[in-house]
């Protein structure tokens, strides 16, 4: 038997494999979608064009009150010849708990900024696929996880940058003594101290730089935890392991612990008040304040202490009412062996001492 239809097939095939060598990545070559893009405008796409977003591999470390650029591009894939009209998307997932927020909207040159952020950040659009997202003024609750979502009609891809500010976790206590906060009690705490509730990653952090503390406070999240650095010392028992302890998640109005609190560089200055005498509180509070002002709060000192290296071996009364001085070089008669903000707690207010004063940039 002959098989008159053989060459006929073998010719088919051979330009099938032809055209996969000269095309293999283009499976739609022959068909054109339609639809709407962002503006409302009908155009034509190549379905095998493909929208990539990128953001930083690395978390970004801002201070307060400073500025921060989130990375995030987008380009596609094979390039295109003439840009396109994109719906760019930043939306933040507080490091402090809670839900996605938005924080920007843009398409073209319209843009809207929402909640806290409003008036406070835009997009760079330094060239082109340029997504990043500035934002100005930081606030320490302004930590979290940043989402950079491009949209080019049905092409939706994203990306996420972390945001941890620079700054120091410090536990306190309020004056009527150990574990009187509820978590509600424990915000205003910090907030009155000039900073905010501590997440767990700033407390792990600060545990990894050698913070120990022996009772429990108030997380951002409502857990409560502990970190012990010297399991040497007697704390929740003997042969405790160094690491950040937890007692989970308690409850915010019937549970009553300490807090730890984040505060991050402040801007302006902390001094102790050079005055011939020393003074009770209320004396020291108008000291301060005929100083052009104001008496300092336990955030800045530890802040001055920290980040301008404030060091100064005397004791000087804060706004709560302590008694405290920071110690950037550890030295003889000033207290143990390691730099530190060292406390003598809340001494009876009409006690005489010296003062420390906050005076921001401008006053
Ligand atoms: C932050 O950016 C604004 C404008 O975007 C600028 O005026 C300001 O000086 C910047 N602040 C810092 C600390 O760089
Ligand atoms: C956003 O909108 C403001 C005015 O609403 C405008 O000044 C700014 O140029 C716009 N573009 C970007 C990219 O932020
Ligand atoms: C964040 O802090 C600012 C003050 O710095 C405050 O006005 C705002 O309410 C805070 N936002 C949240 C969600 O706690
Ligand atoms: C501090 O001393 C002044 C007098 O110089 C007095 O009027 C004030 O009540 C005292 N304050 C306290 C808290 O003892």
Not at 84 to 110: I, Y
């Amino acid at each position: 038997m002959r098989h008159p239809r053989a060459p006929l097939l073998i010719q088919v095939h051979l330009f099938l494999s032809c055209l996969a060598r000269v095309a293999p990545r283009e499976p739609n070559h022959f068909f054109y979608q339609q639809f709407l893009n962002g503006n409302g405008n009908g155009e034509i796409h190549f379905n095998g064009v493909k929208l990539y977003v990128d953001a930083a591999q690395q978390p970004v470390f801002p201070v307060r009150g400073g500025n921060a650029t989130l990375p995030c591009r987008y380009r596609y894939e094979p390039e295109l010849s003439s840009p396109r009209r994109v719906r760019v998307k930043w939306s933040w997932l507080p490091a402090a708990g809670g839900h996605e927020a938005d924080v920007l909207v843009a398409v073209g040159s319209r843009n809207r900024s929402f909640g806290d952020f409003r008036g406070r950040v835009h997009l760079r659009q330094d060239f082109p696929g340029d997504a990043a997202l500035v934002l100005t003024e930081l606030r320490l609750n302004d930590s979290g996880r940043y989402r950079c979502e491009v949209v080019d009609g049905l092409e939706d891809k994203s990306a996420v940058v972390d945001l941890d500010l620079r700054g120091l976790v410090f536990p306190y206590q309020p004056p009527h003594g150990r574990y009187r906060l509820n978590f509600q009690g424990a915000r205003q705490a910090c907030q009155d101290q000039d900073s905010t509730l501590a997440t767990f990653e700033q407390l792990f952090q600060s545990w990894k730089e050698g913070l120990h503390w022996c009772n429990a406070g108030w997380l951002a999240d409502g857990t409560v935890q502990y970190p012990i650095t010297q399991p040497r010392v007697p704390c929740g028992g003997r042969g405790v392991a160094p690491g950040v302890r937890t007692y989970g998640r308690r409850h915010r109005h019937l549970h009553r612990y300490d807090v730890f609190c984040f505060s991050s560089l402040i801007r302006g200055d902390v001094y102790y008040l050079p005055h011939p005498l020393k003074l009770n509180l209320t004396e020291a509070q108008a000291a301060c304040e005929e100083d052009g002002a104001r008496i300092a709060k336990v955030g800045q000192l530890y802040s001055a202490w920290r980040f301008t290296g404030l060091d100064r071996c005397d004791a000087g009364w804060l706004s709560d009412g302590s008694l405290r001085y920071p110690i950037a070089r550890a030295r003889k008669n000033c207290g143990p062996s390691e730099p530190g903000v060292r406390s003598f707690g809340f001494p009876p207010p009409q006690h005489k001492h010296g003062v420390y004063c906050y005076k921001s940039v401008g006053e």
